[in-house]
């Protein structure tokens, strides 16, 4: 007891710290209590994928309460990224017990690089329908942050998504751990989609990086039908979690299941993987011809020249 008592008052010390560095009155913070049992292991509920392995190695799911990056390497990769997106906005509305909605916050240079959601395609995709799905396009970054910031308070919004591409000054480290704190109380996910971004120190403390991955072709009752191209694959990375180191994987979404699987075997950390079809060694010496035919017969690689060959070469490179 004595123990979680002064381990309590270093949290509300150390809490003090960060709202006078912050310019934030300690008042408007939590109970020192509530985020003692959070750094004590406290379960705050998580969103399950459908893949038990996924699940495992980020500890149980996706967390609920918390701020969630999801980074794109390149800006083309903005499709794949919202795709991934949209498939856990479906799972996390399929699993509240009531109706509510979810926020989509994008300035509006990032709606024209990238594109707007296709609300007609919600519902194949993810079973999210046009009614259940919200999006805010302000002219400004600024404006986004603070759309998301208050929108993360509200009760009738099962999670916020906030696109951003780069990384832009305004959304430093104190704005993550705003947003993050905004996700703690509330209980309910914001998440993060960064595009073409170098990962930033952020409060995030989960970071998937989202890449395309090749589908296998459409099942049919006669087996694989051959040129046709099957569900979205996702190749994701786990790059930054505090449950388990980073891994990789490739997942599978199924539209009709609302779940992800697997979609090949899972990533090892091997730079290299082994060929497919068997070792492919070098020929051996000498089975390559390296002259010309001449007349019509090949010269052996073992050949050498001649002493006028090697005197006029000698000569020629001399003249020049």
């Not at 109970?31 to 998580?46: H, K, Q």
């Not at 509305?93 to 909605?101: G, M």
């Not at 916050?105 to 259940?132: K, N």
């Amino acid at each position: 007891m004595a123990k979680d008592a002064v381990a309590r008052d270093v949290v509300a010390s150390l809490r003090r710290d960060i709202a006078r560095i912050e310019g934030r009155l300690t008042e408007r913070l939590a109970p020192a209590e509530d985020v003692f049992l959070r750094l004590a292991g406290r379960p705050e509920g998580a969103l399950r994928t459908g893949d038990d392995r996924f699940d495992a190695a980020l500890g149980g799911g996706v967390p609920l309460a918390a701020l969630t990056e999801i980074h794109g390497n390149q800006i083309r990769d903005t499709g794949v990224v919202a795709g991934f997106a949209l498939a856990l906005a479906g799972l996390l509305l399929a699993s509240v017990p009531k109706r509510h909605s979810v926020l989509w916050v994008a300035p509006r240079e990032m709606m024209l690089e990238g594109g707007m959601p296709y609300l007609a395609g919600l519902g194949r995709l993810s079973g999210i329908q046009p009614g259940d799905f919200l999006i805010a396009q302000p002219n400004r970054l600024a404006d986004a942050l603070w759309i998301a910031d208050e929108a993360a308070k509200l009760s009738e919004l099962a999670a916020v998504f906030l696109e951003i591409h780069g990384n832009p000054r305004q959304f430093d480290l104190t704005a993550s751990r705003r947003l993050h704190r905004r996700a703690q109380e509330a209980g309910r996910p914001v998440f993060l989609l960064r595009h073409a971004a170098r990962p930033d120190p952020t409060a995030a403390p989960l970071r998937l990086v989202v890449n395309a991955a090749p589908s296998v072709p459409r099942e049919t009752l006669t087996g694989p039908l051959a040129g046709s191209i099957g569900r979205p694959v996702f190749a994701v990375r786990i790059d930054k979690n505090h449950a388990a180191p980073p891994r990789q994987f490739l997942l599978e979404w199924n539209r009709d299941d609302r779940r992800f699987r697997q979609s090949g075997p899972e990533d090892t950390g091997a730079l290299v993987s082994a060929s497919s079809s068997g070792p492919h060694n070098a020929p051996s010496v000498g089975s390559v011809l390296a002259f010309k035919p001449v007349g019509g017969e090949a010269v052996a690689a073992h050949v050498q020249p001649t002493r006028e060959q090697h005197t006029a070469h000698r000569s020629a490179r001399r003249a020049g």
